[in-house]
T-cell receptor, first 115, second 108 residues
């Protein structure tokens, strides 16, 4: 099925460990986004990309890095995980930036716990 | 204070009831989105509004730009409507601000 696929779905990390979350979309979308979702708060944009080879910071970029080497993949990296990064992470893609009649397609989420 | 406020935070309804979820925002916007997040975590886009009203099946979304308010209505609610409903507003400069969500549980 077409859509946005995130891996892994769950992960537990120890403080200081590193990991990479992978987001893959097969809709040829230019725009991709990484959000985090925390209890009582709305989704917050971490980083985004407007095309292959480009990335930009969102609202809460500190402690994260991203790469978009291929159009279909958007990677989110945590170099040294901290308990404050315990969250549910969502990847999304869209043909254009949430405007006009375009829809944003979201992945299923990755539940990350940092202990 | 969040720029986007949703109410109620939690809502339990009986199957068949008419449900209203509200979204108020404090900034100028160019569009408003309603999203649905299922228990499994996946998020889907329900509506994008810039004025008036939209209907899709049992779902109706309205927006009043002057009052900075939008409502999402569900008619003849069903347990499968149980989900988190999220309002998001698009501001100038392509900034998208999300509400914290309304957790809806429909009991049979």
């Amino acid at each position: 099925n077409a859509g946005v696929t995130q891996t892994p779905k769950f992960r537990v990390l120890k403080t200081g460990q590193s990991m990479t979350l992978l987001c893959a979309q097969d809709m040829n979308h230019e725009y991709m986004y990484w959000y985090r979702q925390d209890p009582g708060m709305g989704l917050r944009l971490i980083h985004y990309s407007v095309g292959e080879g480009t990335t930009a910071k969102g609202e809460v970029p500190d402690g994260y890095n991203v790469s978009r080497l291929k159009k279909q993949n958007f990677l989110l990296g945590l170099e040294s995980a901290a308990p404050s990064q315990t969250s549910v992470y969502f990847c999304a893609s869209s043909r254009a930036w949430f405007r006009g009649a375009n829809e944003a397609f979201f992945g299923q989420g990755t539940r990350l716990t940092v202990v | 204070k969040n720029e986007v406020e949703q109410s109620p935070q939690n809502l339990t309804a009986q199957e068949g009831e008419f449900i209203t979820i509200n979204c108020s925002y404090s900034v100028g916007i160019s569009a408003l989105h309603w999203l649905q997040q299922h228990p499994g975590g996946g998020i889907v886009s329900l509506f994008m509004l810039s004025s008036g009203k939209k209907k899709h099946g049992r779902l109706i979304a309205t927006i009043n730009i002057q009052e900075k308010h939008s409502s999402l209505h569900i008619t003849a609610s069903h347990p499968r409507d149980s989900a988190v409903y999220i309002c998001a507003v698009k501001q100038g400069g392509n900034k998208l601000v999300f509400g914290a969500g309304t957790i809806l549980r429909v009991k049979s």
